[in-house]
């Protein structure tokens, strides 16, 4: 599971951030500000001569933690051309990111990694989009202990606290929450491909 809390991870960040706020009045303007930023990240990382991956983290087991993979597949779909880690059909998850973050690194020069995770947050920021310089550590929501992935990353915030469980999130996301933000992280991405 790939699921981490935003509130605490928020603090302990540095460098750039951008937020997609889950305002329809000043989503469009949002994304093309984050479609920038992504290129000329992918721009500069590409003309480094470095590889760039796209580590989508989360599982289809749980609609609330199945952020990552929706993005992944549909980012196949699209036809992005950079290499796309997690998807439906083969996610990565807590079980098995040690082994993938391996193989990347043993596969990739350099590899530039932006890891996509879902989140939990405040009320007032369900179905926005974070993007991030530096690592994400996923599961740290659900108290797992993995490893900080990532150069920088999206997060989507699929539900907020209260006095449930925190497991009990993974269960209690909107499917229609979750795949808003995956069509937005999504968009972003493709725009890149799009202004060329």
């Known amino acids: 599971m790939g699921f981490f809390h935003f509130e605490k991870e928020n603090?302990?960040?540095?460098?750039?951030?951008?937020?997609?706020?889950?305002?329809?009045?000043?989503?469009?303007?949002?994304?093309?500000?984050?479609?920038?930023?992504?290129?000329?990240?992918?721009?500069?990382?590409?003309?480094?001569?470095?590889?760039?991956v796209f580590l989508c983290i989360g599982s289809d087991r749980y609609v609330g933690d199945s952020l990552g993979p929706l993005v992944g597949t549909m980012l196949k779909e699209n036809g992005v051309p950079l290499r796309v880690y997690g998807t439906l059909e083969e996610p990565v998850h807590a079980f098995n990111l040690k082994g993938i973050v391996k193989e990347i690194n043993k596969r990739f020069k350099k590899p530039l990694i932006i890891?996509?995770?879902?989140?939990?947050?405040?009320?007032?920021?369900?179905g926005d989009v974070i993007f991030r310089e530096g690592p994400l550590t996923p599961g740290k929501a659900l108290e797992k202990m993995l490893p900080e992935v990532g150069d920088c990353h999206f997060v989507g915030i699929v539900n907020y606290i209260?006095?449930?469980?925190?497991?009990?999130f993974l269960n209690d996301t909107r499917l229609y929450t979750v795949m808003n933000l995956a069509k937005k992280i999504v968009k972003v991405i493709t725009k890149v491909y799009d202004n060329n």
């Not at 890891?115 to 369900?126: F, L, P, R, T």
């Not at 209260?162 to 009990?168: A, G, I, M, R, V």
């Open 115 to 126: 890891s996509i995770d879902a989140s939990i947050g405040a009320k007032n920021q369900v």
């Open 11 to 52: 603090k302990s960040q540095e460098g750039y951030s951008y937020h997609l706020k889950s305002n329809r009045e000043t989503e469009e303007i949002d994304i093309e500000i984050l479609t920038l930023k992504i290129k000329e990240v992918i721009e500069n990382t590409l003309r480094e001569g470095n590889d760039i």
């Open 162 to 168: 209260d006095p449930l469980p925190t497991s009990q």
